[in-house]
């Protein structure tokens, strides 16, 4: 897309659409007056406008043009608008499919295509599902606006898992479950500091990070690292890498760093704050009389566009005799694709990756995102038979600086 035909096709299309939806905003304002239709005009192209410039400066500019946070509210903006947009036309498209049919009914079966159009309240059919569209896609955007304040508005979830195989020593063992950091898109300090001290409180045994700590580069978790330098626990803080760790999204080298550097980095970045980063390995965890072996293992994902690093015979070796198991792999899909079909002995698995999309519904009882048509399982516990996956909806943020009904979370686990 950084080329200028690709510039040129997004404009095209970007211009197309709105168009289109302009032919409906003229359709439902011809009842106010022409001073008011003039601003609505005027708005509505000024907005078109301000998103086509974003994209474009986000195509042709460096990142630090504007400074990060003003970029990203203003990407952000744009894309809202771009999606707000994609629900009208549908109003709109179904509302002209309509129109046709009912002509080439009207001109094959009567011979008039000029059939009533009215509904019995005596509005158009027309304009009501445009104004259905509009305010549909109004609500959409609106809902993008309110999500900005969300961002760091960290939730508390807490579970009990139960296990037979748990030994005695362990239970009651608390455990804290963060991921997906994305340390990159953070604005907030402070906000992320009281997200962090969120943590603290809850008291756990043990924390465990499943990756994402950056979007690109290790550099990014400089300003950070005195926040979570403060998380501890009495039996650990242990980490693994996502997909994002990698910095497979960037191009290298970058300022003279290389690729294979930049991961060395973020490997002493966990070093630096105290976590033990796991990297196709295991340790063994003691409580009393009583051992366990918690599994990290580096990013493996059965999509095909996410990296498969992760080495589960090399973690897994050496864990046959204890009799309960912890898994840390950032993707999910990995629980399907490897986990429960090769190692039925791995007790729990956490997870992240998914965000929840940053965006869906989550109330009692009812679960919602349009990720689930992606992942299988994208947030909160899953079981299969006496096997175990909980998926975090991440601690940070990225693309989007907001959450729109999958909230923040900081997962408490305790094993009972």
Do not use: C
């Amino acid at each position: 897309m950084r080329t200028p035909l690709g510039a040129t096709i997004f404009i095209a299309i970007a211009i197309l659409m709105d168009t289109y939806i302009f032919q409906a905003i003229k359709a439902v304002s011809q009842s106010v007056s022409p001073k008011t239709r003039t601003i609505i005009y005027a708005v509505y192209w000024g907005l078109s406008a301000l998103a086509i410039i974003s994209f474009l400066l986000f195509l042709f500019t460096d990142h630090n043009f504007l400074g990060k946070k003003f970029r990203t509210y203003l990407f952000a903006t744009a894309i809202g608008l771009f999606l707000a947009k994609m629900v009208a036309i549908v109003f709109f498209l179904v509302d002209d499919i309509r129109r046709v049919i009912q002509w080439v009914a009207g001109k094959v079966f009567y011979n008039n295509p000029e059939i009533n159009d009215m509904t019995s309240d005596g509005i158009s059919r027309s304009a009501f599902l445009s104004w259905l569209g509009l305010a549909a896609g109004g609500t959409l955007f609106g809902s993008f606006v309110y999500g900005f304040s969300n961002k760091y508005n960290y939730k508390v979830k807490k579970m009990q898992l139960a296990f037979d195989n748990l030994p005695a020593s362990f239970k009651g063992l608390k455990i804290v479950h963060i991921s997906d950091i994305h340390s990159g898109s953070f604005t907030d300090k402070k906000a992320v500091l009281a997200g962090v001290e969120k943590i603290m409180k809850e008291q756990a045994d043990l924390i465990l990070f499943t990756g994402d700590i950056v979007n690109d580069r290790a550099d990014e978790m400089e300003d950070y690292k005195d926040v979570f330098k403060l998380l501890n626990a009495p039996m650990g803080v242990y980490s693994t890498l996502g997909n994002h760790d990698y910095g497979d999204y960037v191009g290298w080298p970058y300022k003279g760093l290389s690729k294979e550097q930049n991961l060395e980095n973020l490997k002493k970045a966990h070093a630096d704050i105290g976590w033990r980063l796991m990297m196709n390995e295991h340790v063994v965890l003691e409580k009393g009389k009583d051992k366990i072996a918690l599994l990290g293992i580096e990013n493996w994902s059965n999509k095909a566009r996410f990296p498969k690093h992760g080495r589960m015979d090399l973690a897994h070796a050496g864990t046959e005799n204890y009799p309960f198991k912890i898994l840390m792999s950032h993707d999910p899909s990995h629980w399907d694709a490897e986990v429960k079909p090769k190692y039925a002995d791995i007790d729990l698995t956490l997870s992240g990756h998914t965000h929840g999309m940053q965006f869906g519904v989550e109330i009692p009882g009812f679960k919602w995102s349009p990720v689930q048509y992606m992942y299988k399982q994208w947030a909160g516990l899953y079981e299969d038979g006496k096997q175990k996956l909980n998926v975090n909806p991440g601690f940070g943020f990225i693309g989007y600086p907001g959450r729109v009904g999958i909230l923040p979370e900081i997962t408490v686990i305790e094993l009972v």
